[in-house]
């Protein structure tokens, strides 16, 4: 029998879920919260298997009440049941350690099999925020600027920052003026800057400076 504690500020909501899950020979409603302190509260008595929580609520929201039963148990499983997928609601639930992301306008079966799933630690994740985890994960993915350029790019920046010309570059480096001239255009192409006075900023503000 999956345990399932409901934490959701709509009365009406709680009735509907609680009575459908009623109805499933798998499934236990053992309790039910109508804010995020209570949630908390609740979910530290009863110990459920899986929690449906809420995220805008009065008081303590349900990100919040999330972040304090991830931290108070043991691997729980929280599915996040909500109206929103807004960014400020999708990255910090998941954040604070939410397993699964459905919206309300779910199918009642379909916010079953997500308890039966979560009951295994297996994730479900409505399309609108996969497709923003996805495309955060690929953002994070990405390389910095400065981590294309070469190892003599970096030493020409490096000299750049320090205030040199490209004649001095070349002196430095005992390399052709027209390679220093070519090395900068290709730093500032890369760093996405306009000139060297921003590549030199750029190297400064990112530690690129010994």
Same mark, same amino acid.
């Given at each position: 029998m999956? #345990?399932?504690? /409901?934490?959701?500020?709509?009365? $009406? +909501?709680?009735?509907?879920?609680?009575?459908?899950?009623?109805?499933?020979? @798998?499934?236990?409603?053992?309790?039910?919260?109508s804010?995020?302190?209570?949630?908390?509260?609740l979910?530290?008595?009863?110990?459920?298997? +899986?929690?449906? $929580?809420?995220?805008?609520?009065?008081? $303590? @929201?349900?990100?919040?009440?999330?972040?304090?039963?991830?931290?108070?148990?043991?691997?729980?499983?929280?599915?996040? =049941?909500?109206?929103?997928?807004?960014d400020?609601?999708?990255?910090?639930?998941?954040?604070?350690g939410?397993?699964?992301y459905l919206?309300?306008?779910s199918?009642?079966?379909?916010?079953?099999?997500?308890? #039966?799933?979560?009951? &295994?630690?297996?994730?479900?994740?409505?399309?609108?925020?996969t497709?923003?985890?996805?495309?955060?994960?690929?953002? &994070?993915?990405?390389?910095l600027?400065?981590?294309?350029l070469?190892?003599?790019?970096?030493?020409?920046?490096?000299?750049?920052a320090?205030? /040199?010309?490209?004649?001095?570059?070349?002196d #430095? =480096?005992?390399?052709? =003026?027209?390679? +220093?001239?070519?090395?900068?255009t290709?730093?500032?192409?890369?760093l996405?800057?306009?000139? #060297?006075?921003?590549?030199?900023?750029?190297?400064?503000?990112?530690?690129?400076?010994?």
């Amino acid at each position: 029998m999956i #345990r399932v504690l /409901l934490v959701d500020d709509h009365e $009406m +909501v709680r009735l509907g879920l609680s009575t459908y899950l009623s109805t499933q020979k @798998d499934i236990e409603v053992v309790g039910e919260a109508s804010n995020g302190e209570e949630g908390v509260r609740l979910a530290l008595e009863t110990r459920p298997d +899986v929690i449906l $929580m809420d995220l805008v609520m009065d008081g $303590m @929201d349900g990100i919040e009440a999330t972040r304090r039963i991830c931290k108070a148990l043991d691997d729980p499983k929280i599915i996040v =049941l909500t109206s929103f997928v807004d960014d400020d609601k999708v990255y910090p639930a998941i954040e604070a350690g939410a397993l699964s992301y459905l919206l309300k306008t779910s199918k009642a079966a379909e916010i079953a099999e997500a308890i #039966r799933r979560a009951a &295994k630690g297996e994730p479900v994740l409505e399309a609108a925020v996969t497709g923003k985890v996805l495309s955060r994960m690929r953002k &994070k993915q990405a390389p910095l600027p400065h981590e294309q350029l070469t190892d003599r790019e970096r030493e020409v920046l490096n000299l750049i920052a320090e205030g /040199l010309s490209n004649q001095e570059i070349a002196d #430095r =480096l005992c390399i052709a =003026l027209k390679t +220093v001239k070519a090395h900068v255009t290709n730093i500032l192409a890369k760093l996405e800057v306009e000139d #060297r006075t921003q590549a030199a900023i750029y190297a400064h503000r990112n530690g690129l400076v010994k």
